[in-house]
């Protein structure tokens, strides 16, 4: 009888160990997975916040002074034909877009391969271009025409909502079938003095740090110091000699005024420095 109850127990013990191994590996499994959820978000989070802030924000910890901010975004309209009413009425739909009144004519340059739509705007603190461009290319006896949309604002002292307009610029952009863009943001800082360049790299190397990116190559020439860097935190990038890139910043000296001049842009600076 005794054999029994012990043979009994023992195969009671044997079955609760399996019970609380399949638990326990439920349960581990559970965690596995919540922790993998928590990880891809702050992932998504981390992409997204870098995406619209990250670059705003570690250029303001430069602590650089008379920051400006400049965006440009080009997008290529879908369709062939659009008439003049329509090519108005998409610039008048971005300035709406951006809060931005047009008060005037819009301006209509007309070449023998261009035709060019603009509206332009300069306030105290900010600077705004609307352009609507079409271009006529001859391919096989046929006239190809294709329409593109310039957007350009420049935004002196609250850079911060330049992340602000780029949605709302992207989302009007969207409204009017112009999906296919190209995004570049600049951001201008000057510091007083010539910097060494050991102040420089040390500048360059804390931008790369704070947008969690690597070196990919640096160039210097006269007193212009530049750095191609790329981070997995932005989308956007472009590919050279062999590397993605999509972090400028450059620095040169500016001896009439005694300062440095700071830029960081991605991917990179499209206008001269």
């Known amino acids: ?18 019970v609380l ?8 499994l559970y965690i596995a997975s919540v922790l993998w959820i928590a990880v891809i978000t702050q992932i998504a989070m981390n992409r997204v916040f870098f995406r619209n802030l990250g670059i705003t924000e570690a250029f303001v910890k ?11 975004v080009v997008a290529r309209h879908k369709s062939d034909y659009l008439s003049e009413t329509e090519k108005k009425d998409i610039i008048y739909h971005i300035a709406n877009a951006i809060g931005l009144k047009i008060s005037s004519d819009i301006d209509i340059v007309r070449e023998e391969k261009r035709t060019e739509y603009a509206y332009h705007k300069q306030a105290k603190r900010a600077e ?31 850079i911060k909502s330049i992340d602000r307009y780029r949605r709302l610029i992207e989302k009007a952009l969207d409204d009017v079938g112009a999906k296919n863009r190209q995004v ?3 951001y201008e800082g000057v ?10 790299k040390d ?3 804390f931008l790369i740090r704070e947008l969690q990116g690597e070196e990919a190559f640096d160039w210097r020439q006269g007193e212009s110091y530049t750095v191609y860097a790329y981070t997995g935190l932005i989308d956007e990038y472009i590919e050279t000699v062999g590397c993605r890139i999509n972090i400028q910043i450059a620095m040169t000296y500016d001896e009439a005024a005694d300062k440095t001049r700071i830029y960081l842009a991605t991917p990179v600076i499209n206008q001269s420095w």
């Open 1 to 18: 009888m005794e054999v029994e109850t012990l043979e009994l127990f023992g195969h009671f013990i044997e079955s609760m160990q399996r």
């Open 21 to 28: 191994t399949i638990k326990k590996t439920k349960v581990t």
């Open 62 to 72: 430069a602590n650089t002074e008379d920051m400006e901010c400049s965006l440009e």
């Open 128 to 158: 705004t271009e609307l352009k609507l461009v079409s271009t006529h290319l001859e391919e096989d006896s046929t006239i190809k025409v294709e329409h593109y949309i310039i957007v350009r604002l420049r935004i002196r002292e609250s």
């Open 184 to 186: 570049s943001v600049l």
């Open 191 to 200: 510091i007083d003095g010539l910097m060494s360049w050991d102040a420089r």
């Open 203 to 205: 500048m360059a190397q």
